[in-house]
């Protein structure tokens, strides 16, 4: 089991009721290779994740002759989420260098995701599991990839996910 999966459904691999049921391909641990970016320690870490929630809210201040003091709020709902997740590939990096390069590449939608055909598994956090449907999904907005040293040893990486759909 990986600590974390990053993962991407295609029409083949869809998973609508999310229950662990119907196809093989419901748990994300059991879709193909290509699919998939698995973190697992000591060697492939994800070591952060940051959420960014914004709402839609429009500020308008109304000017007074009286010197009153008031800004009328309007209320628009959601106006984006980000999950970006940062890790480490320490050992052979060139396998998830490649398949950060091909996720990155894929089209990001499809006929059933609409909103995004990205999912992402953390078991040590569980809060920020979201798995891709016809009712919501993640895409890939940037990725960064880079390593700091003379010594290459060790290359971080950076994923942008954006969420469509429904909260």
């Given at each position: 089991?990986?600590?974390?999966?990053?993962?991407?459904?295609?029409?083949?691999?869809?998973?609508?009721?999310?229950?662990?049921?119907?196809?093989?391909?419901?748990?994300?641990?059991?879709?193909?290779?290509?699919?998939?970016?698995?973190?697992?320690?000591?060697?492939?870490?994800?070591?952060?994740?940051?959420?960014?929630?914004?709402?839609?809210?429009?500020?308008?201040?109304?000017?007074?002759?009286?010197?009153?003091?008031?800004?009328?709020?309007?209320?628009?709902?959601?106006?984006?989420?980000?999950?970006?997740?940062?890790?480490?590939?320490?050992?052979?990096?060139?396998?998830?260098?490649?398949?950060?390069?091909?996720?990155?590449?894929?089209?990001?939608?499809?006929?059933?995701?609409?909103?995004?055909?990205?999912?992402?598994?953390?078991?040590?956090?569980?809060q920020y599991n979201i798995a891709p449907t016809n009712l919501k999904g993640l895409h890939i907005i940037s990725t960064t990839i880079g390593?700091?040293?003379?010594?290459?040893?060790?290359?971080?990486?950076?994923?942008?996910?954006?969420?469509?759909?429904?909260?």
């Amino acid at each position: 089991m990986a600590n974390g999966l990053l993962y991407y459904r295609t029409m083949t691999t869809q998973d609508d009721d999310n229950d662990g049921g119907g196809t093989s391909y419901s748990d994300p641990q059991n879709l193909p290779s290509g699919q998939k970016l698995e973190f697992t320690f000591p060697t492939d870490l994800l070591e952060s994740i940051n959420e960014v929630y914004s709402n839609n809210i429009k500020r308008s201040p109304i000017p007074n002759q009286d010197g009153t003091r008031k800004v009328n709020v309007q209320e628009n709902g959601l106006e984006s989420y980000t999950i970006t997740i940062n890790g480490v590939f320490k050992k052979a990096p060139e396998a998830g260098i490649s398949t950060i390069r091909n996720m990155r590449k894929i089209k990001q939608v499809d006929a059933h995701h609409i909103y995004g055909i990205f999912g992402l598994e953390v078991d040590n956090a569980p809060q920020y599991n979201i798995a891709p449907t016809n009712l919501k999904g993640l895409h890939i907005i940037s990725t960064t990839i880079g390593y700091r040293s003379p010594n290459v040893a060790r290359y971080d990486f950076t994923i942008q996910l954006g969420f469509g759909g429904t909260l």
